[in-house]
């Protein structure tokens, strides 16, 4: 049989792929991406690997005394093989009793997870339309990424946080017109490997390299010199995790203090300044908030404070933040107070100027986007109002019936029965996973979708195997990248694996929904749907969008810019509200920049009063917890994987350290412990303990450790007197506290810990073990 090449797409990249009689022997990044990313290259190892799962399996108690309160056995049982059409009815039925006797705010549907490539086959979205025609669910809102920002930026710029990335400052502009560009968290290229709906072409290091050709200077204010690459020679200033606020309201009282704010800006383009002046001069709390004070608190040399404000002032300087510096306690103070700044320099709606929220952190921020609406399976509408924010997932099962407060108004968790999840994976995304595994046994079924034996898969109680995109057709798009891929199946699907849309169809037939679910409509069928009202998006817009036939026939295609003034490039941020803000205000009460906000002040939220202020996190390293934990944990992304997703892959595992994740730790923690390179490392707090492999660097400030994300969880059941995890994964230590009433948002930067060589040989790793299979 003759060689069969095709692309296909993913959150990390676009790939050629070659297929020789139903085996994948080619897998080649995408010829026009500049800095392809490794990641998809985990696929072709574990798309036919010992890991995924084979056919329908349900935990044998469940499958033998059905629903009920045995979830502690969730993670620890076996499981048995059953047919398609049995498992179709056990869902249905399951679906269909929970909603009978306990109504259907009593299913869970979040399914949280990252937006696929393929806009057909995006596992969240065909399960919310199946449970939306079911009667409806518990939802989540917000995301794990970048909660806290989603909720405070509407209050203080008038739209959605997404409105602010999807418009933000194009990467022309900034190379052409920024002198300065001041990174808190960083902007480390890693994280632009990745985009959701998909990135052909990695864009970020070639626009910072024309940015530092063309002379632009750049600080790196984080805990890792990595956090930026080498060649910019950035600046690195280190404070101390979770002080971030302070350390900006240094630089903003030096400003004040200098009389280097710019006075008329704030008057004509914000509100509630002086309110918060009173605040940063200590009129209100007798604490002045100058460079001596933010330097006692972030370590930073006060000099060291008063220098950067000198330097942001009186040239276009880029603030940027990283999702990473809102993921802590109290994270909506840094980007409301990151606006304010950027608002006393007068540069919000400069070229070259202003504020971004995540550049970097995902590879199409700051690219061009269409203006126009891409490919799209319809969900439907949710009957049931009820929802959480999604980290709060631990909280609702653990406590139905009790309040909660979030972004002003107060809300009740439901009592979960059900829990149904397809795409994402919760035992990676979730904080204090003990604390998880004692919640997830109070559900009276867990159903989920999945491709591999991970944890996910190991504490549900009826698993439906799902394909991988090299086996089924899809398209991928994302508005920030050119191309759109034609992503044609590769090989067949391996063993008994579905889509989810055929998965779906089958537990919606059972339930008199399948007409109602397909719309008549197959797979083939919905692609020419979908694309066609793209296309007809895309034409009304200007675009030169080709039809169906050619686009699938060539592979892709490529969006070009239409030929009209401005094109869809040079686009700056607020650039309409700073060239008139009477004629465009922005949506908040007062159109204008809300330094004080009249509504945050009216929730009389202890934790997230009016404007922003320095709030201590409930643990840090200036804290009293600091003195049994003394190093913070930072748990950001990797470089080998996207969040979890194929940590069997063997890029992924090229990373281990005698198969466990790595941990980075300063030379001089390290040697205080007697730790070396390689060693195995037991890291613990008073949550749990996880072990790993010691990396020493001098790249990384005393105090603080790293380890990141997407170990598959592996926990050490038993008679252990803290729950332990063989693999490390960090979630194990981190806290789960909402950041605060307002957004709720996640935490997991906020941890303490300490860390030792390990005394004796680390239990076995399990992680990429089988479970038990009885017939």
């Not at 653990?398 to 149904?420: A, E």
């Not at 979890?644 to 790595?662: L, V």
Request: with cysteine.
């Amino acid at each position: 049989m003759t060689d069969q090449k095709t692309l296909t797409s993913s959150h990390w990249g676009a790939y050629e792929v070659t297929v020789k009689d139903d085996e994948v022997i080619g897998f080649e990044d995408f010829s026009p991406d500049p800095t392809p990313s490794a990641i998809g290259h985990n696929l072709p190892d574990v798309v036919k690997g010992d890991l995924r799962i084979s056919q329908p399996m349900v935990r044998a108690s469940w499958l033998e005394n059905g629903p009920s309160q045995d979830g502690n056995k969730r993670g620890q049982e076996a499981f048995v093989p059953i047919s398609w059409d049995k498992a179709y009815e056990l869902v249905a039925n399951e679906v269909t009793r929970v909603a009978r006797e306990h109504g259907n705010q009593a299913i869970y549907g979040g399914s949280y997870g990252w937006a696929s490539a393929g806009r057909f086959h995006h596992a969240q979205s065909q399960l919310h339309r199946f449970l939306n025609l079911a009667g409806g669910y518990t939802r989540s809102v917000n995301t794990y990424s970048s909660a806290a920002g989603e909720v405070i930026v509407p209050h203080v710029l008038g739209h959605s946080f997404y409105q602010a990335e999807f418009q933000a400052t194009t990467w022309d502009m900034l190379a052409e017109h920024c002198d300065i560009m001041v990174m808190f968290g960083g902007m480390a290229s890693k994280n632009s490997q990745v985009h959701p709906g998909g990135i052909s072409r990695h864009m970020v290091p070639s626009w910072m390299a024309r940015c530092k050709d063309r002379g632009t200077e750049f600080v790196n204010i984080s805990p890792q010199k990595s956090d930026v690459d080498d060649p910019l020679q950035a600046q690195w200033l280190s404070p101390r995790p979770n002080t971030d606020v302070a350390l900006m309201l240094g630089i903003a009282h030096t400003l004040w203090r200098e009389g280097l704010h710019d006075a008329a800006y704030l008057a004509r383009y914000a509100t509630g300044f002086e309110t918060f002046l009173a605040y940063l001069t200590g009129e209100t709390d007798g604490s002045v908030k100058d460079a001596v004070w933010a330097a006692d608190i972030t370590g930073i040399p006060a000099t060291d404070i008063e220098t950067l404000a000198r330097r942001m002032a009186g040239r276009a300087c880029f603030i940027s933040l990283s999702l990473s510096v809102q993921r802590v306690d109290h994270g909506e103070q840094s980007y409301w107070m990151a606006i304010t700044l950027a608002a006393m320099l007068g540069q919000l709606g400069t070229a070259g100027g202003g504020v971004g929220f995540g550049n970097g952190a995902l590879g199409g921020v700051s690219n061009p986007r269409f203006p126009f609406k891409g490919p799209t399976f319809p969900q439907g509408k949710n009957p049931v109002s009820d929802f959480i924010p999604v980290a709060r997932v631990t909280d609702m099962l653990l406590n139905p019936g009790t309040s909660f407060d979030f972004n002003g108004t107060t809300h009740t968790y439901p009592d979960i029965r059900l829990v149904y999840w397809a795409g994402g994976n919760p035992f990676h995304h979730q904080m204090d996973l003990n604390k998880l595994v004692r919640a997830w046994q109070k559900p009276e079924t867990v159903i989920v979708h999945e491709i591999y034996w991970n944890a996910m898969a190991r504490h549900a109680d009826i698993i439906l195997p799902t394909s991988t995109v090299l086996e089924r057709n899809d398209i991928g798009y994302s508005a920030a990248d050119p191309y759109v891929i034609a992503m044609k199946q590769a090989i067949e699907p391996v063993g008994q694996a579905q889509s989810d849309f055929a998965i779906l169809t089958g537990v919606a037939g059972k339930m008199d929904l399948g007409q109602a679910f397909t719309e008549g409509l197959d797979e083939a069928e919905w692609l020419r749907r979908m694309y066609g009202e793209f296309q007809n998006n895309g034409t009304e817009a200007g675009f030169d969008v080709p039809d169906f036939d050619v686009f699938w026939q060539k592979g892709y295609i490529k969006l070009a810019s239409p030929e009209k003034p401005g094109g869809y490039h040079g686009k700056v941020y607020l650039k309409d509200f700073h060239t008139d803000p009477e004629l465009s205000p922005l949506g908040t009460p007062s159109g204008r920049i809300e330094i004080f906000s009249e509504t945050i002040e009216s929730f009389n939220y202890p934790d997230c009063q009016g404007h922003p202020r320095w709030y201590e996190p409930v643990e840090w390293l200036g804290g009293d917890q600091a003195k049994d934990f003394p190093l913070h944990l930072l748990s950001n992304q990797p470089k080998s994987k996207l969040h979890s997703q194929m940590d069997h892959g063997k890029i992924s595992r090229a990373d281990k350290i005698n198969g466990r994740a790595p941990v980075t730790l300063n030379r001089q923690d390290a040697a205080a412990r007697g730790i070396a390179d390689g060693d195995m490392v037991r890291l613990y707090n008073d949550r749990g303990a996880c072990y790993a492999g010691a990396i020493l660097s001098d790249d990384l400030m005393p105090g603080v450790l790293q380890l990141s994300t997407g170990a598959w969880f592996d926990p050490l059941y038993g008679n252990h007197p803290i729950g332990t995890d063989r693999h490390g994964n960090p979630n194990i230590l981190t806290r789960d506290k909402g950041t605060s009433r307002l957004a709720q948002g996640p935490t997991a930067h906020t941890t303490l810990v300490e860390v030792e060589k390990a005394q004796e040989d680390p239990p076995e790793v399990r992680a990429f073990a089988l479970p038990d299979i009885t017939s």
